[in-house]
């Protein structure tokens, strides 16, 4: 092929040629030079009538220049779906900052419940916060939420997958829950417990023993009683379903009228349990 800048047709930087039929026949001309250069007027609808059919001819009988404007044709297309997509959602949706900033985002909202108010944030990896509003006011869970490492701000739809299931839980219409939940910023000690202890079934009790044993650290029980009280996905991830060697209940991040209220949602009662861990220990009721 000859050097485009050569070329007659193509002397005019930024114009469009035109009369390409009469161009191609001169001897001055390569027809591919001259088809390549119009191909992008022709894919943006730049080219009149006569133009377009004499391109679209040339490339029937030219396979390289039927595989470059085949190439283009796609190109565009493909972008043209990537724009149509980001001004269809654009409006819905608002800038990232998982993706600018590198920092997860955890959107927030309230439930009411049975045992109080409740905090409920989720980020795009799952559940990533429940917060006995009781135990720990908006503020310091907002706060612990960002010493994590979260971009926290307020949702309500967000959240509204999440506050559904603990509904049906505390009506007595769940069982298990089908959420997936984050443990960002937990030490690595404290998530092996906390997915130890996810897997233990509606209505049972594991002791603390039991769940450093199954961790492989069986002289680790108080570690574990710790790590469980810094559980950020109570009910969810169940630590109110882990208790003392003895058969009394321990220790409860939101304290133990909730631990109770949660064990007999399950049909869990304490009141026999208590009786014997106090008998064992020979203290009268």
Not at 55 to 68: M, P
């Amino acid at each position: 092929m000859t050097n485009p800048a050569s070329s007659p047709a193509l002397t005019a930087q930024g114009s469009i040629p035109s009369n390409l039929a009469a161009q191609a026949a001169s001897s001055a001309t390569d027809p591919c030079d001259l088809a390549e250069a119009v191909m992008p007027d022709l894919v943006f609808g730049d080219l009149n009538q006569a133009d377009e059919d004499w391109v679209r001819g040339h490339t029937i009988t030219c396979n390289y220049c039927a595989n470059v404007l085949h190439s283009l044709e796609h190109v565009c297309s493909a972008l043209d779906e990537c724009a149509d997509d980001v001004c269809e959602n654009a409006a819905a949706r608002r800038p990232s900052a998982t993706l600018c900033l590198g920092i997860p985002e955890a959107r927030y909202g309230f439930m009411k419940s049975p045992v109080g108010d409740v905090l409920v944030a989720a980020s795009d990896q799952g559940v990533v916060e429940i917060s006995y509003l009781n135990h720990n006011g908006r503020h310091e869970s907002l706060r612990e939420l960002e010493q994590r490492g979260y971009l926290v701000y307020e949702r309500q739809d967000r959240i509204r997958p999440v506050v559904d299931q603990l509904q049906e839980y505390f009506a007595h219409q769940r069982q298990t829950f089908d959420l997936p939940f984050d443990l960002g910023g937990i030490t690595d000690f404290t998530r092996s417990v906390l997915e130890r202890t996810v897997h233990i079934p509606y209505g049972k009790v594991q002791t603390y023993g039991e769940v450093a044993s199954a961790i492989g650290k069986p002289k680790a029980s108080r570690a574990v009683g710790n790590a469980l009280g810094r559980n950020p996905v109570p009910v969810i991830i169940p630590c109110h379903r882990v208790i003392l060697s003895s058969g009394a209940m321990g220790w409860y991040t939101g304290g133990p009228e909730i631990k109770r209220a949660l064990l007999g949602i399950e049909g869990v009662s304490y009141a026999a349990r208590e009786s014997a861990a106090q008998a064992s220990l020979g203290i009268e009721g």
